[in-house]
């Protein structure tokens, strides 16, 4: 048997060059090596011939820098050329790939340094500064791209050279579809950020040919989510799994997006609800219809999504997933039930459980727990953290923490998140990360993060704040004070004083009444004041 094929005779799991993306690069720059992988937004592509190529030589220039199967290597890049590259350089050695939120900063960004292991980060030269000031854990070497900017002096400095024709090494051993491919992290709700472990089949399993079958290698997948989300590292990977192709955008733009998908000929996009809203908020066109796109998976789903079928002529199509899953939830075409998520799909197994994980009766909110047929499916744990893998893997179902409820048709609804999240415009927010950072401020005594509903969909952070006893809080120096210290994400858009917070008789604050008053006449209100924290320009 050959080294592509694997070595275990079981019919759930693929074999290497379906599923492991070294295998799966090489496969389809053999077999279809003049077929385009890639187009960026400046025209430019690359075929799967030098999708390898280029590959190649990133993971040879790694090598030089003793970047070894199993090594952890961190990547915090914008969306583009060099993220890509990067990404499945790592991956062809056999190095786990661990991206960075690039709007991390402060204690943040220094809890997932340490927690990832990595001895070599990869940065975009404009992030540089935000590097110095905090403990760097075990980083040695750091290799810039794209701008010059200086680096902590206790790192070693270098840039890719991908030129010189480079032999690499062998492995030392065949990549396996169940070896670590990916460690992505993901808002904790009792602690800090987690990172998620993810096998090559996890991965796979997440979109690949028989999860989502309404996607196939003749399609050309817009990535418009950044490389360390699910959906910026994942659906790369499983075009490549189809010998299908992708459109690689930084970012998602409203004014942008119908041009940018006519430009790279685009036949398929991920839309967060409020991406979908925003678009159709935009004036009617004579060229509403004058483009290839033929479906959209929108999450969530949205009232407004017939609308966008009608108007645009493209498929709506939803589901419910997280990092740690595998899309186990699906929906068909252009669903009618209203706020669905869909159906349990294949290979699966879903179950809406109380508090004792015994099963609720059809039409009963519970909390969602899953599990899946084929082994490395879903996350194998979180990093270094064996307490929250536990938690979350007890009586041998994930759970997902969040509520749901489902009807005699087996349509799922999504009810709310029994965890402490928000989500904000795709991004899952901890609230510990933003009261920690809260209460650094001298005035606050005590602080509690909460989701509110936003006018464009999922959430809104408000900030509950009481002050130290004889100071008073000033709403527009404490988002100055935060601004530097959270991601422009994280940073509240409402703030709200009480004398104190009110508390459980376990003295925990009770944070379901706080959601239940949401924006009070009281409320302070950052965005009524035009004040805007806004993305940084990484160019």
């Given at each position: 048997?050959?080294?592509?094929?694997?070595?275990?005779?079981?019919?759930?799991?693929?074999?290497?060059?379906?599923?492991?993306?070294?295998?799966?690069?090489?496969?389809?720059?053999?077999?279809?090596?003049?077929?385009?992988?890639?187009?960026?937004?400046?025209?430019?592509?690359?075929?799967?011939?030098?999708?390898?190529?280029?590959?190649?030589a990133r993971a040879?220039?790694?090598?030089?820098?003793?970047?070894?199967?199993?090594?952890?290597?961190?990547?915090?890049?914008?969306?583009?050329?060099?993220?890509?590259?990067?990404?499945?350089?790592?991956?062809?050695?056999?190095?786990?790939?661990?991206?960075?939120?690039?709007?991390?900063?402060?204690?943040?960004?220094?809890?997932?340094?340490?927690?990832?292991?990595?001895?070599?980060?990869?940065?975009?030269?404009?992030?540089?500064?935000?590097?110095?000031?905090?403990?760097?854990?075990?980083?040695?070497?750091?290799?810039?791209?794209?701008?010059?900017?200086?680096?902590?002096?206790?790192?070693?400095?270098?840039?890719f050279d991908d030129?010189?024709?480079?032999?690499?090494?062998?492995?030392?051993?065949?990549?396996?579809?169940?070896?670590?491919?990916?460690?992505?992290?993901?808002?904790?709700?009792?602690?800090?950020?987690?990172?998620?472990?993810?096998?090559?089949?996890?991965?796979?399993?997440?979109?690949?040919?028989?999860?989502?079958?309404?996607?196939?290698?003749?399609?050309?997948?817009?990535?418009?989510?950044?490389?360390?989300?699910?959906?910026?590292?994942?659906?790369?990977?499983?075009?490549?799994?189809?010998?299908?192709?992708?459109?690689?955008?930084?970012?998602?733009?409203?004014?942008?997006?119908?041009?940018?998908?006519?430009?790279?000929?685009?036949?398929?996009?991920?839309?967060?609800?409020?991406?979908?809203?925003?678009?159709?908020?935009?004036?009617?066109?004579?060229?509403?219809?004058?483009?290839?796109?033929?479906?959209?998976?929108?999450?969530?789903?949205?009232?407004?999504?017939?609308?966008?079928?009608?108007?645009?002529?493209?498929?709506?199509?939803?589901?419910?997933?997280?990092?740690?899953?595998?899309?186990?939830?699906?929906?068909?075409?252009?669903?009618?039930?209203?706020?669905?998520?869909?159906?349990?799909?294949?290979?699966?197994?879903?179950?809406?459980?109380?508090?004792?994980?015994?099963?609720?009766?059809?039409?009963?909110?519970?909390?969602?727990?899953?599990?899946?047929?084929?082994?490395?499916?879903?996350?194998?744990?979180?990093?270094?953290?064996?307490?929250?893998?536990?938690?979350?893997?007890?009586?041998?179902?994930?759970?997902?923490?969040?509520?749901?409820?489902?009807?005699?048709?087996?349509?799922?609804?999504?009810?709310?998140?029994?965890?402490?999240?928000?989500?904000?415009?795709?991004?899952?927010?901890?609230?510990?990360?933003?009261?920690?950072?809260?209460?650094?401020?001298?005035?606050?005594?005590?602080?509690?993060?909460?989701?509110?509903?936003?006018?464009?969909?999922?959430?809104?952070?408000?900030?509950?704040?009481?002050?130290?006893?004889?100071?008073?809080?000033?709403?527009?120096?404490?988002?100055?004070?935060?601004?530097?210290?959270?991601?422009?994400?994280?940073?509240?858009?409402?703030?709200?004083?009480?004398?104190?917070?009110?508390?459980?008789?376990?003295?925990?604050?009770?944070?379901?009444?706080?959601?239940?008053?949401?924006?009070?006449?009281?409320?302070?209100?950052?965005?009524?004041?035009?004040?805007?924290?806004?993305r940084e320009n990484?160019?």
């Amino acid at each position: 048997m050959s080294e592509t094929e694997g070595t275990v005779n079981d019919p759930r799991i693929p074999p290497r060059h379906a599923c492991v993306l070294r295998y799966a690069l090489d496969h389809w720059a053999q077999e279809t090596p003049d077929k385009t992988y890639v187009v960026f937004g400046d025209g430019t592509s690359w075929t799967y011939a030098e999708m390898r190529a280029r590959t190649k030589a990133r993971a040879a220039s790694l090598q030089d820098l003793n970047v070894a199967q199993g090594d952890h290597v961190a990547a915090w890049l914008p969306n583009g050329a060099e993220a890509l590259v990067t990404f499945y350089a790592v991956n062809y050695l056999g190095a786990v790939f661990v991206p960075i939120n690039t709007a991390y900063v402060g204690t943040i960004l220094e809890h997932v340094i340490d927690n990832c292991d990595a001895k070599l980060i990869v940065v975009h030269g404009s992030l540089l500064p935000r590097l110095h000031d905090i403990k760097l854990a075990a980083l040695e070497q750091v290799v810039i791209v794209g701008p010059d900017g200086e680096a902590p002096a206790s790192l070693q400095v270098s840039r890719f050279d991908d030129s010189s024709a480079k032999e690499l090494r062998p492995l030392a051993r065949p990549i396996e579809p169940w070896d670590t491919q990916a460690v992505v992290y993901t808002s904790g709700t009792t602690g800090p950020s987690k990172g998620v472990l993810m096998s090559y089949l996890h991965l796979f399993s997440n979109a690949g040919p028989e999860t989502w079958d309404f996607v196939t290698g003749e399609d050309r997948f817009l990535i418009n989510m950044p490389i360390f989300h699910i959906g910026g590292i994942g659906l790369p990977f499983v075009m490549l799994a189809r010998g299908g192709s992708i459109a690689l955008w930084e970012n998602f733009k409203t004014d942008e997006f119908w041009d940018f998908v006519r430009k790279t000929d685009c036949t398929v996009a991920f839309l967060l609800g409020v991406m979908a809203t925003f678009l159709l908020k935009e004036p009617a066109s004579a060229r509403d219809r004058k483009h290839r796109l033929r479906l959209a998976l929108m999450v969530p789903l949205m009232e407004s999504a017939a609308a966008f079928h009608t108007r645009f002529g493209v498929d709506i199509y939803t589901i419910f997933n997280m990092t740690e899953i595998s899309s186990p939830i699906i929906s068909k075409p252009n669903p009618t039930a209203l706020g669905t998520c869909g159906t349990k799909r294949d290979g699966v197994d879903v179950r809406l459980v109380d508090e004792n994980d015994c099963e609720v009766p059809v039409g009963t909110v519970g909390e969602m727990i899953i599990r899946a047929d084929r082994p490395f499916a879903m996350m194998h744990g979180y990093l270094k953290n064996p307490e929250a893998t536990a938690r979350a893997w007890r009586n041998g179902w994930f759970h997902t923490g969040d509520a749901f409820r489902k009807d005699t048709e087996g349509n799922f609804f999504f009810v709310d998140r029994m965890k402490d999240a928000i989500r904000r415009r795709g991004e899952n927010i901890s609230s510990f990360e933003v009261e920690a950072e809260i209460m650094a401020h001298p005035d606050v005594q005590e602080a509690a993060a909460i989701g509110v509903p936003s006018p464009h969909g999922e959430d809104d952070v408000m900030a509950v704040v009481a002050p130290v006893a004889g100071r008073t809080i000033n709403e527009a120096q404490l988002i100055d004070f935060l601004k530097v210290r959270l991601p422009y994400f994280m940073v509240p858009r409402y703030i709200r004083i009480l004398p104190e917070l009110p508390k459980t008789p376990t003295a925990k604050v009770q944070k379901v009444g706080l959601r239940a008053d949401g924006i009070t006449v009281d409320t302070w209100d950052r965005e009524a004041l035009s004040i805007e924290i806004k993305r940084e320009n990484l160019r």
